[in-house]
């Protein structure tokens, strides 16, 4: 399975309409088994997938734009470690770790 870390590395090459979800633990960090995968019927419910229950995360145009207005924000680019320590503040808190 892929981590989370080598989606948010191709985040501009994947679909827009699909939803990252990453694998349930205590923490979310970048090294976390996570996929991208259709979610028909657009909820934020946990899914299970070769046994591992997956946790919603984020869809992807939205990763997508929580990136570039970190980037915008920030003016700078950031590593991918950190571009996903800013995924995983969005998707706890729904807020942007900057504001």
Same mark, same amino acid.
């Given at each position: 399975?892929?981590?989370? !870390?080598?989606?948010?590395?191709?985040?501009?090459? !994947?679909d827009?309409?699909?939803?990252?979800?990453?694998?349930?633990?205590?923490?979310?960090?970048?090294?976390?088994?996570?996929?991208?995968?259709?979610?028909?019927?657009?909820t934020?419910?946990?899914?299970?997938? #070769?046994?591992i229950?997956? #946790?919603?995360?984020?869809?992807?145009?939205?990763?997508?734009?929580? !990136?570039?207005d970190?980037?915008e924000?920030?003016?700078? #680019?950031?590593?991918?470690?950190?571009?996903c320590?800013?995924? !995983?503040?969005?998707?706890?808190?729904?807020?942007?770790?900057?504001?």
């Amino acid at each position: 399975m892929t981590r989370l !870390i080598e989606w948010v590395e191709r985040l501009e090459q !994947i679909d827009e309409e699909l939803t990252l979800y990453v694998a349930n633990s205590p923490e979310w960090n970048p090294q976390s088994e996570a996929i991208a995968s259709v979610n028909p019927e657009e909820t934020q419910l946990p899914i299970e997938v #070769d046994g591992i229950k997956m #946790d919603y995360f984020l869809e992807v145009f939205l990763a997508k734009e929580i !990136i570039e207005d970190y980037i915008e924000y920030r003016y700078c #680019d950031a590593s991918l470690e950190g571009l996903c320590g800013i995924l !995983i503040y969005y998707a706890t808190h729904d807020a942007y770790p900057f504001d």
